[in-house]
């Protein structure tokens, strides 16, 4: 049903039979959106908890990846930064393994039907709904003095970026489900009262959604400056590794540890192989492991997976003009899906919008 209203609405823009996405667009594959907002390094959470999950689906999905710079706004970084945030993180996306022949990778401001769809969608956003999100409790408290309202309606565009795509899958951390059952309030309120435009969108959880940061206690975060960066070298790592809290109950080398309790072990779980992790466990509690050693193999094991990603983050940043290009196509491709659906939302509601 969806699928030949979406057919009927592309037709209409004219917009989307461009090359790169026909094959995607016949409507038997089911579709992914995910962002990532453009804040400071990519880390390991960002990693483990929704990039891995991009590589993945993109091979089963039609895929849309997103670097949200609209979204970074809300934290008023200076233009010259927030440019170079983009290219970065925009460079860790694909260095992470995101293919952009097989996904459309594109920045959310060279889409301005993201910006027009969620002046619409906070006109069905409930003012309650939106003062129950603990994001915007959290990001009050650690930016007192700038409470802007774009902190406010945050999930608004981010619900916009997911049904401007009608993406049915969602690949996000733990820390966005809640904003993601917004985003399913939003679409049903839509749906019910205008016309069934957009489809439920999912979350997809990785098997990591919610990594701690390197003190043990707060989610690994950019603003927290706990993290395990995605481009750091493994002396960076070590070095970071080395003040990082073990298992607090283990004050001397010679004492018996808990691997369970320790955070430290945690990561262990995402990129030691289960052999070596059962030996660096039995190491643990017999007290002939210290956490110095442990901290080396987590190093070691560590580095296996960000030395290829940070190599292929060097290459691209040596031809920029690469990067340029897979940008403008990624846009050209997202502003025509955008494009097709805004045609369907326009319709929906009676608004008359650009004519393209
Ligand atoms: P952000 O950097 O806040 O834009 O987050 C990008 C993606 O990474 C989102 O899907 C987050 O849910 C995910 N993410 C961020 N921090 C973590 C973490 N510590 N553990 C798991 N996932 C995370
Ligand atoms: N709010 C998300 C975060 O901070 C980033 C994001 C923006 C996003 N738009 C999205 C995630 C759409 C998934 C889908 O992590």
């Not at 939003?186 to 439920?200: H, W």
């Not at 790592?237 to 072990?265: E, W, Y």
């Not at 987590?298 to 940070?310: S, T």
Request: contains cysteine; charged residues 25%; proline residues 5%.
């Amino acid at each position: 049903m969806h699928e030949n209203r979406f057919l009927a609405a592309e037709a209409q823009t004219g917009l989307s039979r461009c090359e790169g996405i026909p094959a995607a667009y016949t409507g038997s594959m089911l579709r992914t959106m995910s962002g990532v907002q453009p804040t400071g390094n990519l880390h390991i959470g960002n990693y483990l908890g929704a990039l891995v999950n991009w590589v993945e689906l993109q091979r089963q999905y039609e895929s849309f990846f997103s670097i949200v710079d609209l979204h970074a706004l809300t934290q008023r970084p200076p233009a010259e930064q927030l440019r170079r945030a983009v290219r970065e993180v925009a460079i860790g996306v694909l260095a992470s393994g995101v293919d952009p022949e097989q996904a459309t990778v594109f920045v959310q401001s060279e889409v301005p039907q993201h910006t027009e769809l969620t002046w619409i969608l906070s006109c069905v956003t409930q003012l309650g709904d939106l003062n129950r999100m603990t994001q915007f409790k959290d990001k009050s408290a650690t930016q007192p003095d700038n409470i802007n309202a774009g902190l406010f309606t945050y999930p608004v565009l981010q619900t916009a970026d997911i049904v401007l795509y009608r993406a049915e899958r969602v690949p996000v951390g733990e820390d966005q489900e809640q904003h993601l059952e917004l985003a399913r309030e939003t679409v049903r309120r839509f749906n019910t009262v205008y016309a069934e435009v957009f489809p439920e969108p999912q979350v997809v959880r990785s098997t990591a959604p919610r990594v701690l940061g390197l003190d043990g206690e707060s989610k690994m975060s950019k603003s927290r400056n706990n993290e395990i960066g995605l481009f750091e070298t493994a002396d960076e790592t070590m070095q970071k590794l080395r003040g990082a809290k073990t298992d607090p109950a283990r004050l001397r080398r010679s004492d018996a540890g808990n691997p369970d309790v320790c955070n430290i072990f945690s990561y262990h779980g995402f990129f030691t192989p289960a052999a070596e992790r059962d030996e660096i466990a039995a190491g643990c509690r017999g007290a002939t492991l210290g956490c110095v050693d442990c901290k080396s193999k987590l190093a070691a094991n560590l580095e296996a997976v960000k030395g290829p990603i940070r190599e292929r983050a060097n290459e691209l940043r040596s031809r920029p003009g690469e990067l340029d290009e897979i940008l403008a196509a990624g846009a050209v491709k997202a502003r025509a899906a955008a494009e097709a659906t805004m045609v369907l939302v326009r319709d929906a509601i009676g608004v008359r919008g650009p004519k393209l």
